[in-house]
């Protein structure tokens, strides 16, 4: 039997060749099948499916701002947004709805009365809830009254304190819609332009604020405006976030002015008040020998007891912004708040920077030795024996206690609670001497109380 011949390899594969179709695709076709049977047996190899698409799930968090070209899409922002507060506005209890929670609460106290004030159960509180209206559904929870609950034998809260926290409740979020007024931007935060256009429309709505001249109300505002800045804009941003607006005390106390009662005391503590912005006002006039309406070093040395170091002075003059040499009303208004304030983190701040020569975060020896040398000059001018520096810097390091024994950081002073006096000695003749003589002079004024106290016996 004839062997039977094996066929060539060669002419199987030219015969299979030539009876496959011609595939006749262009390259981006072929490339995008690559691609879907990647990504289908890639989806596969993870355990998941062609369905699996989750990622589409996720909601939109960035929307682009119009650009100042874009006037349609702006003023769409701007009308939304208007719309927007507006329904919030609505979601708020108005004064009709404020005095009905109030007969509510009346209503439905729980006796015994514990001192002077009526208190109210858990059980009539979720009642009142129920009575009350949609509303104020958001106050009836167990979380608020648990927050309220102090140290009632039978488990009740104070009426007062609940209504208070409601009234205080309704008032931040009517002033947080007020303030997203002026926020033009629509990004939760005010710029200086946007603060000084809510201060200046609110003056007529303070009773304290009557007898301002308007020509004087330019001056005002910037008064006012500077405050919000100083104190919550220390990287010098430009705009400060309305959450912080509302956190801090000094809406609270520009809105004390509505009180036609306010007392004299009251309104000289007050930066807002009028006796408080006319003062400030009146002693920058009074610094401005020239009346060019600017303070040059020379002027400014007057400021105060004018025992301001020279060398203080210059810093100031150095690092603050001037304007061929000379200081404007807005930066006087920063050094003004920074010398009252010292006590504060940011005066500290501002003051740090002036004594941090070398800008390297912390003061070292040569610094201290560097300002106090000008007391120690100031000194000898009034007759006095000059303090030895070495005492004063054990001091000063002993009242601080900073962590790097050789380094005094901004946190240090802060930390230490001992920054203002750190800060009086170093720049100011009359804040050293009245440290230097502290004890004397809390001799004298126990001394005083003694004697007043006989007087009144």
């Not at 009234?167 to 979020?173: A, D, G």
């Not at 309406?293 to 007057?302: A, C, F, N, P, W």
């Not at 380094?407 to 000695?425: A, E």
Request: hydrophobic share 35%; charged share 30%.
């Amino acid at each position: 039997m004839a062997k039977e011949q094996q066929p060539n390899w060669s002419d199987v594969l030219k015969r299979r060749i030539a009876n496959s179709k011609k595939d006749e695709r262009s390259e981006e076709e072929k490339t995008a099948e690559e691609t879907e049977l990647f990504t289908k047996y890639y989806t596969e190899w993870r355990g998941g499916s062609d369905k699996d698409k989750s990622y589409k799930n996720i909601p939109r968090f960035y929307y682009r701002l119009p650009a100042e070209d874009e006037v349609l899409l702006q003023k769409l922002r701007e009308e939304s947004r208007a719309v927007f507060l507006q329904r919030k506005s609505r979601e708020l209890l108005d004064n009709e709805e404020l005095q009905n929670l109030w007969f509510l609460l009346d209503k439905h106290q729980v006796p015994p009365v514990s001192g002077e004030e009526a208190m109210i159960s858990y059980e009539a509180y979720l009642k009142v809830g129920e009575s009350a209206g949609p509303k104020c559904k958001k106050f009836f929870t167990a979380r608020v009254y648990a927050k309220l609950l102090h140290s009632d034998p039978y488990g009740r809260i104070s009426i007062m304190q609940f209504f208070n926290y409601v009234m205080r409740k309704v008032w931040l979020h009517q002033t947080r819609i007020g303030l997203s007024l002026y926020d033009v931007a629509g990004q939760g935060y005010l710029r200086e332009s946007d603060l000084e256009n809510y201060i200046l429309e609110l003056i007529p709505t303070l009773p304290q604020l009557d007898g301002l001249e308007k020509s004087f109300y330019s001056f005002y505002v910037c008064t006012a405006v500077r405050k919000f800045f100083f104190f919550l804009d220390p990287l010098r941003t430009g705009k400060i976030k309305i959450q912080d607006i509302l956190a801090c005390s000094f809406l609270d106390d520009l809105l004390e002015l509505r009180d036609e009662e306010l007392s004299k005391e009251s309104q000289e503590s007050n930066w807002f008040s009028a006796p408080s912005a006319l003062r400030v006002y009146g002693q920058y006039l009074n610094l401005d020998k020239d009346h060019n309406g600017m303070l040059s070093k020379e002027e400014l040395s007057r400021y105060g007891t004018a025992t301001l170091t020279s060398v203080f002075l210059d810093r100031v003059f150095q690092e603050c912004l001037t304007y061929d040499g000379e200081m404007d009303y807005k930066t006087y208004l920063d050094f003004v708040l920074a010398l009252e304030n010292r006590k504060e983190p940011a005066a500290l701040q501002y003051i740090f920077k002036l004594l941090d020569m070398e800008n390297q975060g912390y003061l070292h020896v040569f610094s201290l030795n560097y300002f106090f040398r000008a007391i120690q000059e100031q000194m000898k001018l009034h007759g006095q024996e000059p303090v030895s520096f070495q005492d004063v810097k054990d001091e000063i390091f002993d009242m601080v206690k900073p962590k790097d024994p050789y380094k005094i950081t901004l946190q240090d002073l802060v930390n230490s609670c001992q920054g203002d006096t750190v800060i009086s000695i170093l720049i100011d003749l009359n804040g050293f001497w009245t440290y230097e003589n502290r004890e004397v002079l809390v001799a004298n004024d126990n001394d005083n109380s003694s004697a007043a106290d006989l007087d009144d016996t």
